[in-house]
Every structure is written in structure tokens, then in C-alpha cells.
């Protein structure tokens, strides 16, 4: 991809995404604060309730829909981006590549994607843990809220910083344009 300033304007839609991300944890962690708070009063154990057992099995299916939604998402975006970059391949002897005036556009479809796989995870992410936290203050569950911290750590994971983001923007460049010559074989 060319380096055509799209970089250089990064750092405001990112401020925004980041600024998402750490909503999405600061309110399933000062919601968690609140639960261990309040579950000073009454023993913590590790006993498996049906309620228990219920957050363990929704938290671990959160955990899997996280592995397989956003990636899905990213496959479906890039290709309908190289739907649209279609019409405008530019045809250089027996080859054919993307015009350089549409890398910014392009970078931008990719940042709205990532905006878009970054919010579905940490949405995902974020209803396993309030219904976790829920289960661990209703239950004293030990269980319940460990898996809630694990996932809590997850979700922070998704803070995207401005080399990860500037990278994973090229990345799916690459994939898109090994994309259009897979399509050309």
C-alpha cells in the first residue's frame, strides 16, 4: 500500500475506537468493583450452581463466537471492498493493480472494519461478563467471577494502538490483493 498520508490521519478515528474499548471495560470493571464490594459480606466459594454452570457454558460460547464472528466480519468486509475495487483495476501490460489514488479511500473501509470487528468482540465479550459478574454477586461464585476477570482481560486486549492498527490496515491490504489475484487464476 502507498503511503499517501492515510497514516498520518489515523490517530483521531483511532482515539475514538480506543476510547470505546476502555467504555466497554470500565464499565464491566467498576460493575465488577461494585459485585466484589458487595461480596465482602458473605463467604466466596467455588461451588458449580445451575446458575454457575449456565455463566461458565455462556461465558465459553462468548469466548468461541469471539474467535469465529469478527473474522467472518473482516472476510465478508474485505471482499465487498474488493467488489467495489473491481471496476477500478487499472490494466498494466498482462497484470492488472489497484490504482494508488484509491489506497486512502481503501484504508478507510478498512479502519470502518476494524471499528466494526473491534466493537462486535468487545460486545460479545462484554454480555459474558456482566451476566458472569451477575451470577458471581446472586452466587458468592468464585467460578463465575474468575471467568469474568479472565474475559475482562480479553476485552482489554482489544485496545488497538497506532502500530497495531496501521499494521493490521496493511494486512488486510495484502490479503485483499493476494484475494484478487486468486480470483484472476
Not at 497514516?7 to 476502555?22: D, K, M, N, S
Not at 465482602?40 to 455463566?55: G, K, R
Not at 451477575?134 to 474468575?146: E, G, K, Q, R, Y
Not at 496501521?166 to 485483499?176: C, H, M, V
Request: aromatic share 10%; net charge neutral.
Amino acid at each position: 500500500m502507498a503511503a499517501d498520508n492515510w497514516q498520518a490521519r489515523l490517530q483521531t478515528p483511532l482515539r475514538t475506537l480506543q476510547i470505546t474499548v476502555l467504555a466497554l471495560a470500565a464499565g464491566s470493571g467498576f460493575f465488577a468493583a461494585i459485585v466484589i464490594f458487595l461480596g465482602l459480606e458473605q463467604p466466596w466459594d467455588w461451588n458449580l450452581s445451575v446458575m454457575t454452570l449456565i455463566a461458565l457454558i455462556y461465558g465459553g460460547s462468548s469466548v468461541f463466537l469471539r474467535l469465529v464472528v469478527p473474522p467472518l466480519i473482516v472476510t465478508r468486509g474485505r471482499k465487498g471492498i474488493l467488489n467495489q475495487l473491481r471496476s477500478g483495476l487499472e490494466e498494466v501490460g498482462n497484470d492488472f493493480r489497484f490504482p494508488a489514488l484509491s489506497d486512502a479511500n481503501v484504508a478507510w473501509q478498512f479502519l470502518a472494519l476494524l471499528n466494526t470487528r473491534t466493537i462486535i468482540a468487545g460486545a460479545l465479550l462484554e454480555g459474558a461478563i456482566f451476566f458472569l459478574l451477575v451470577v458471581s454477586m446472586t452466587d458468592n461464585s468464585l467460578l463465575a467471577i474468575s471467568l469474568a476477570a479472565l474475559l475482562w482481560l480479553l476485552l482489554i486486549a482489544h485496545f488497538p494502538t497506532h502500530g497495531w492498527t496501521q499494521q493490521w490496515i496493511e494486512d488486510q491490504w495484502r490479503l485483499l490483493q493476494e484475494e484478487q489475484c486468486l480470483r484472476r487464476q
